[in-house]
């Protein structure tokens, strides 16, 4: 009889152990952000997506900034330089976010996107540069936003970022 509660017991803790194992694995992969979920996978998609945005954005906007009142000026120089640095911050992100096993670790990547952004928009919220242009960095903001919301950081404008 012994032997048998003392199998039983051993059998218990074995499964107990696979259980908090598996529960502890699951807790590396995902992490909590207002109430919800969020895997590796699932910030995966939308850095992608921000990316992607990114790359058809910045194309538009120096076709936009060739067909204003700023082209050839200094300022039209700066402000391309501006969202190249957008893109080359989301590309960053993407480099450092592939690199570590939990993605809540890329939170001062993306803070850094936010803050670039921020300043790249009030250029767009200034300026008229046609709406394919403006389209396209609504859909920047979007998701830029979506990142913000993920890893608990202001929004894009937000008075927080410089």
């Known amino acids: ?18 259980v908090i194992a598996a529960d502890v694995s699951n807790a590396q992969n995902s992490r909590r952000a207002r109430g919800r979920q969020y895997t590796k996978a699932d910030v995966d998609r939308v850095i992608k997506r921000v990316e992607e945005r990114m790359d058809n ?13 700023l082209d050839g000026s200094d300022r039209e ?9 957008l893109e080359s911050a989301t ?25 670039l952004a ?21 859909k920047v903001r979007y998701e830029l936003n979506t990142l913000a919301g993920i890893y608990n950081l202001p929004k894009v ?6």
Do not use: P
């Not at 404008?157 to 410089?162: E, I, V």
């Open 77 to 85: 120089d700066q402000l391309n330089a501006k969202a190249k640095a």
């Open 91 to 115: 590309d960053e992100l993407r480099r450092e976010f592939d690199k570590r096993d939990a993605w809540i670790e890329n939170k001062d990547e993306v803070r850094r996107c936010l803050n």
């Open 157 to 162: 404008g937000n008075s927080a970022y410089k």
């Open 57 to 69: 954005f910045v194309g538009n906007f120096d076709k936009s900034l060739d067909n204003s009142n």
């Open 118 to 138: 921020t300043d790249l928009d009030k250029t767009m919220k200034a300026r008229k540069l046609g709406g394919v242009t403006e389209s396209n960095w609504a």
């Open 1 to 18: 009889m012994k032997s048998h509660i003392t199998k039983l017991l051993i059998g218990l803790s074995a499964l107990l152990f696979v």
